[in-house]
Nanobody, 126 residues
């Protein structure tokens, strides 16, 4: 299993970024995947998850209405569209795979994934 995140960078408050995660070694429709973020010195947290099968989504309250998770099974890629970015969104972002097709909101938020790849840094600053 491999996951590789990309698309991070510098954005101004109110701006947008789209993160991409290329995955291999498993089928996106069979497992839940998610985006985790970690501020240096703090615990990693899950911000959004996308379930296998019916593509049900979960969002942490802090990003609800601003971030959108999606997948393209033909490209084996998971996306995180981040709009209306805030300085507090600054973190290293990781894409992750869970060992089940469905995870609960608290499990997603805990970031207790089975696999995760190298992160991509997002900085929101004017």
């Amino acid at each position: 299993v491999q996951l590789q995140a990309s698309g991070g960078g510098l954005a101004q408050p109110g701006g947008s970024l789209r993160l991409s995660c290329s995955v291999s070694g498993f089928a996106l429709e069979d497992f839940a995947v998610g985006w985790l973020r970690q501020v240096r010195g703090k615990t990693r947290e899950g911000v959004s998850c996308l379930m296998g099968g019916d593509s049900t989504t979960y969002y942490a309250d802090s990003v609800k209405g601003r971030f959108t998770i999606s997948r393209d099974r033909t490209k084996n890629t998971v996306y995180l569209q981040m709009n209306n970015l805030r300085p507090e969104d600054t973190a290293d972002y990781y894409c992750a795979k869970f060992p089940w097709a469905v995870v609960s909101g608290p499990l997603c938020k805990s970031g207790a994934a089975e696999y995760w790849g190298k992160g991509t840094q997002v900085t929101v600053s004017s």
